[in-house]
């Protein structure tokens, strides 16, 4: 009967191992469950590769492990001492008079006098040792229990494995809570943080002309139509805009008759001087307010020719929504559409003062225009402003102006107009700094650095 209370209990272990949902609820069943098995006064389980930087993961009767305890402390410098024997990897029992006097003085008053040194060793990765289980008890340790811990140690061994692979990050946990690999570590975040790298900003871009012809309104009035719609090519003479004309065609006309009127007096008089010499004395002045006339007719004649406004030269029209002029009054010097050049295009863009960096002439950037986000197209920068402006979303940023490198990137010049984003490169920094100039800044400007 107890034979087959033995095997239940030896089975229920294996059940309750394969169950195990943590290597802390592992932990617990391997040093409080076993005693159904095997008995022993104190089980205490440590978990290290081979043997080495061996630490407490759980002791029976104990819920939690307090690393600062003396037992705790003990039990560790115990296991680290055996592990440096020849047989680490086999099970054996110890007993103090094998150990050094310190250490068997403080096993005396820690626990009992017989240990048994379970290795849990992994047979499927050639023996590898996890860790290893402590078992304290006052008496020896006979053959069939040491077979039947034998048994359990590799059961054990290889739930530790299957929840290890299923949580591989409480490996690299367990490795970094060791001294020297967290020195390693903060070592190597550090160089790494010295490595100089490139500071850059994005934002967002817009094409466009590059020293266009400003059109603006020669005259005060009103637009009537435009002649001309938005990408339109257009040659030198070709009507742009047509000004509301009526006043300036009634005052050309009336200047016209006046005109006549002043040229009819005055040959009038030329006659009738030959007959009556004091017509002669007004012949002066009569030809002067024909000058006069002339000037006002002509002056009348500039402005209705300007009511047609036709294109100085040759480009594409630069312009918004055309419906939008039509009966708009506009003001002499009034910009209404632009003529560009469609080959001489570049880039503005509108640089937050978040994300500000230091730019010198010259500097890099990088575009991507949105219908081609795959593709990027080098540029240098041309122009940077010095004061912030408010763009149309209501932030502050300084407007940027790059040209296209047309050695580095033979493509066709983009559409007037296309939106995309830009990379623009700054000086060189480290990494902490590019990793950390926005927080920095942020801590500076609440803190009040």
């Known amino acids: ?76 410098r115990l296991a680290r001492h055996l592990a440096q024997s020849a047989s680490f990897d086999q099970l054996q029992q110890w007993e103090p008079a094998q150990l050094p006097e310190a250490l068997a003085r403080e096993w005396r008053e820690m626990a009992p006098e017989r240990l048994l040194w ?44 299957a929840l290890q692979r299923r949580l591989p990050f409480q490996w690299l946990v367990q490795r970094l809570r060791r001294r020297r690999v967290m020195l390693g570590v903060v070592l190597g975040l550090l160089l790494i943080m010295a490595v100089p790298v490139r500071l850059s900003a994005l934002t967002p871009i817009r ?9 603006s309104a020669p005259l005060n009035g009103a637009v009537t139509r435009l002649e001309v719609m938005p990408n339109q090519s257009v040659q030198s003479g070709d009507p742009l805009v047509q000004f509301e004309d009526t006043e300036l065609a009634s005052a050309f006309e009336v200047a016209q008759r006046a005109l006549l009127v002043a040229e009819a007096e005055l040959k009038t008089t030329q006659q009738s001087g030959f007959m009556d010499p004091r017509k002669k004395a007004q012949l002066a002045e009569l030809a002067s307010r024909v000058r006069l006339r002339q000037a006002e007719r002509d002056h009348a004649r ?51 003062v978040k994300d500000a960096i230091a730019l010198r002439q010259g500097a890099e950037v990088r575009v991507f225009f949105d219908s081609d986000p795959l593709s990027a197209r080098a540029a240098r920068l041309h122009h940077a402003g010095y004061e912030p402006q408010r763009t149309p979303e209501g932030t502050l940023a300084y407007r940027l102006v790059a ?16 939106r995309g ?18 927080p920095i800044t942020s801590a500076r400007q609440w803190l009040g650095w």
């Open 421 to 438: 984003t830009a990379k623009v490169y700054g000086e060189r920094v480290s990494l902490f700094f590019y990793l950390f100039r926005r």
């Open 1 to 76: 009967m107890e034979l087959n209370q033995q095997l239940a209990a030896l089975l229920g272990l294996e059940s309750a191992l394969r169950q195990a949902g943590s290597l802390a609820q592992l932990g617990y069943t391997i040093v409080n469950q076993s005693h159904g098995c095997v008995p022993y006064s104190q089980g205490v389980l440590l978990l290290g590769e081979q043997g080495r930087h061996l630490r407490v993961t759980a002791v029976s009767d104990i819920p939690v492990v307090d690393a600062t305890s003396p037992f705790i402390a003990w039990t560790e």
């Open 118 to 161: 379970v290795p849990l060793r992994l047979a499927a990765d050639d023996g590898r040792q996890l860790g290893v289980l402590l078992l304290f008890r006052p008496t020896a340790w006979d053959e069939r229990e040491r077979g039947v811990l034998t048994h359990l140690a590799g059961t054990m061994a290889h739930a530790l494995f």
């Open 403 to 418: 040209r296209l490198d047309e050695s580095a990137s033979p493509a066709a010049p983009p559409r007037i107009g296309t």
């Open 302 to 352: 500039s402005r209705l020719e300007k009511a047609r406004l036709t294109a100085p030269g040759p480009g594409v029209v630069v312009l918004g929504d055309p419906d939008g002029w039509k009966g708009r009054p506009v003001n002499i010097g009034e910009r209404i559409m632009l003529l560009a050049d469609p080959a001489a295009v570049e880039v503005e863009a509108m640089l937050t």
């Open 207 to 215: 094409v466009i002309a590059r020293d266009p012809q400003v059109i």
